[in-house]
């Protein structure tokens, strides 16, 4: 994140770490990034691994980020397996300037699912390359 915030990409983020108890932690917020780009964060993480001179390991056990644009729609989201719903990592592709209000989903394997940095990169090649649009 801190290489985003320095490049100007995010301007501002009012995620949350909340801890659940049992070693689970919640992040919870938004993320505002340039270009009107906002990151709707919601992610469980377990403590798995704790050494006193280090952080904790921790491991994603589900998590959702959507990323929308204002005033117009949702541009991609990431979501992992959940029950009612697609019970496999997932992306949800929306043709943002074209008024897509459904999407595409389509599978994310098991390793490919991506970090918020990822997704965060992600966005900022998609916001290079519509910026004319925007």
Known sequence: MRRYVDEGFVEHDNLEDNALGGGVIEITGAIRCRGGIRVDVDKILSVIGDNDDEPPLVQTTSYSYNASLDGVWNIVRYCSPHAGHNEFHHRHSYDVFGGDRTGTISR?????????GELLEELRVWASANAALN
């Open 108 to 116: 994310v394997g098991d390793d490919d699912w991506p970090t918020l």
